[in-house]
């Protein structure tokens, strides 16, 4: 099969996966990189922080893997497949969803998705901080970033910039 069309069935199936975000199937998109187009877990969080501190949505990352895996053609393919079937998908559900009013089918729906989407978002920041957390160096780091993100009100994307060049420094250095 063509590596195009691989990568749009891939990223087609990834998006239509995407309950409650992106970050829902960033496990399975890590896994799927790894083990169908040879992007190792190091280039995987290489790009996924790229795409976090990029402007915009952060999932425009896959732009990178598509660009990475086949060029311009890829990049553009890996866009659209991997948002255009669910902002499909979206819209006429959303227009199917507002006729159910305030009923208790739609409540009951709404509770039970809850907490998959939640579930589905933590493995992926699980996924992330699994390949990214490398020694107790990258461990401190994280934590510390994580409680300045928490306890300040400090501009996240500096606080993560901080952290990569203290990072970079101190990986070079001890």
């Not at 195009?4 to 496990?27: C, D, N, R, W």
């Not at 507002?98 to 579930?119: D, H, K, T, Y």
């Amino acid at each position: 099969m063509s590596l195009l069309i691989h990568l749009a069935l891939s990223f087609a199936l990834l998006s239509i996966l995407a309950v409650g975000g992106g970050t829902a199937v960033l496990p399975e998109m890590q896994s799927l990189l790894a083990h169908q187009f040879g992007i190792d877990h190091t280039q995987f969080v290489h790009i996924y922080s790229f795409g976090q501190l990029a402007p915009g949505p952060n999932m425009l990352m896959v732009l990178v893997i598509g660009y990475q895996l086949a060029g311009l053609m890829g990049a553009g393919i890996v866009l659209l497949s991997f948002f255009l079937p669910s902002s499909v998908l979206c819209f006429y559900v959303g227009r199917l969803w507002n006729r159910f009013g305030e009923s208790p089918w739609r409540r009951a729906v709404q509770n039970a998705l809850e907490p998959i989407s939640l579930g589905l978002m933590a493995s992926g920041v699980y996924a992330v901080g699994k390949a990214s957390i490398v020694s107790p160096i990258t461990l401190t780091l994280a934590l510390i970033t994580f409680y300045l993100i928490l306890k300040t009100k400090l501009n996240p994307v500096y606080l993560i910039l901080s952290s990569g060049c203290i990072g970079a420094l101190a990986m070079h250095y001890w």
